[in-house]
């Protein structure tokens, strides 16, 4: 019975676009709250000090430009694979 | 006009798969069947699909993304031509310092962005010497990205009907090699301005923050030295992989989303016509997305440039005192003259 569900579970399902897709996922959940902690403490910094707002969205575009183009390097690397 | 499948796609012709005709939809397509010139590199035997060598010999075929770096190449000197020559001083009176016609008022106000918000700040003195490089890096990219967004080759496959012109488009930074030719080429503008503005020996000994006097210090001081270089590399590298990374995952998305019809039009003909008016809708916000895309991606790449540039140049004893007031309008980027463009035009007072 288990055996046969094991056999069920490797031919049924395809185990490497399982992995690619679960792989994707998380990349892009660990993305979305990253940036998503930077907006937000750069939308607060800023209604605390708005004269210094060219230079908080200076740094949270950075920062934000840095996590995308880790998410985008490991998504291209998990479509090739 | 001939497409060829990569051998790596080589799907068998009638049941080629959507996913597989989404993803050739963003690969380099040959335009011409015989190569332009052949080298032959090591035995029979090597074959390197990613460095394009096959049975030990790399054959120089010219792709569609090859032909769109140079449309775009050739769009923006066509461009930029026309626009100084619309800003150029001449005429009578106050009207010769006025940019003649919206065309060029337009790419002014572009212009004028990005050399007072986006390397002004971070340059200062050296704008004006190193403008002409940052202008160009953004416009390049950015016409190369929107000239992909237009559907060259569907439109003239569906005028004349001949199913070889379909792959005439494409978008230039999708494809990996220019990305790295743009990202080696902020590398260089790196060096090179670091070296031309304080000195070689200044900027080599830069990359170890901690200096080079305390032999104690010397232990750190010498791996760190070589994580910074790496570091350097990587910051490279990373601008490449962004934005060859951006402009191929959205062209794949969009592509996918067109083939949903397909496949839907492979269960029932009615079906395909219902899913046809969503994915139009569908399609439609997809792309105006993409062209959002395009301009960050340009803009991002530039700012990026710029801003390693200036890390690259700057002066350890350089503090201007106690006077230099950190929240100073000029060293900031003014976001708010995104919103009310009128205000961006070099005509505008600065206070």
């Keep these: 019975m288990f055996e046969f569900a094991l056999l069920l579970a490797q031919t049924a399902i395809d185990l490497n676009k399982l992995g690619a897709g679960i792989g994707m996922g998380l990349v892009i959940i660990g993305a979305g709250l990253g940036i998503g902690r930077i907006g937000g403490s750069a939308v607060d910094a800023i209604a605390r000090q708005p004269e210094a707002s060219g230079t908080i969205s200076t740094q949270m575009l950075i920062a934000a430009a840095l996590i995308e183009g880790v998410t985008v390097i490991a998504l291209i690397l998990i479509l090739i694979s | ?351």
């Excluded at chain 2, 009907?161 to 260089?188: C, E, P, Q, R, Y």
């Excluded at chain 2, 951006?246 to 492979?266: D, E, N, P, R």
Aim: hydrophobic share 55%; net charge negative; glycine share 8%.
């Design chain 2, 1 to 351: 006009m001939l497409l060829q499948f990569p051998p790596i796609l080589a799907a068998a012709d009638a049941e080629a798969s959507l996913t597989d005709m989404a993803v050739s939809h963003v690969l380099p397509h040959r335009l011409h069947s015989e190569p332009l010139f052949s080298v032959s590199v090591g035995s029979e035997t090597t074959t390197i699909p990613w460095l394009n060598i096959y049975n030990g010999h790399y054959d120089f075929y010219i792709t569609n993304h090859l032909m769109m770096t140079m449309v775009a190449a050739v769009v923006v000197l066509l461009t930029f031509m026309y626009v100084a020559l619309r800003i150029r001083v001449g005429g009578i009176g106050l009207d010769a310092y006025r940019t003649k016609g919206r065309f060029a008022q337009l790419f002014e106000t572009m212009l004028t962005f990005i050399r007072e918000e986006v390397v002004r700040p971070n340059l200062r003195g050296m704008t004006d010497k190193y403008i002409a490089y940052i202008w160009t890096v953004f416009f390049f990219v950015l016409f190369a990205n929107v000239l992909g967004l237009i559907p060259i080759g569907y439109i003239a496959q569906a005028v004349t009907k001949d199913v070889s012109f379909s792959h005439l488009g494409g978008t230039a930074t999708g494809n990996l090699s220019l990305n790295v030719v743009l990202a080696i080429g902020s590398f260089i503008a790196i060096i090179f301005i670091g070296i031309r503005e304080i000195g070689a020996k200044a900027f080599f000994a830069h990359f170890n923050p901690i200096g080079w006097d305390d032999p104690k210090m010397l232990l750190i001081g010498i791996p760190l030295y070589f994580l910074e270089w790496m570091g350097l590399v990587i910051k490279c590298v990373v601008l490449a992989m962004r934005l060859f990374g951006t402009m191929m995952a959205g062209h794949l998305v969009i592509a996918s989303f067109v083939l949903l019809i397909f496949s839907a039009a492979k269960v029932s003909t009615s079906l395909g016509l219902g899913v046809q008016v969503a994915v139009l809708f569908g399609g439609i916000a997809l792309t105006l997305l993409e062209l959002f895309i395009c301009f960050l991606q340009a803009f991002i790449f530039t700012f990026l440039t710029v801003l390693f540039i200036s890390t690259a140049v700057a002066h350890h004893g350089d503090h201007d005192g106690h006077d230099h007031d950190p929240f100073d309008e000029r060293d900031q980027m003014n976001m708010e003259k995104l919103m009310s463009p009128s205000t961006m035009s070099p005509a505008v007072a600065k206070h």
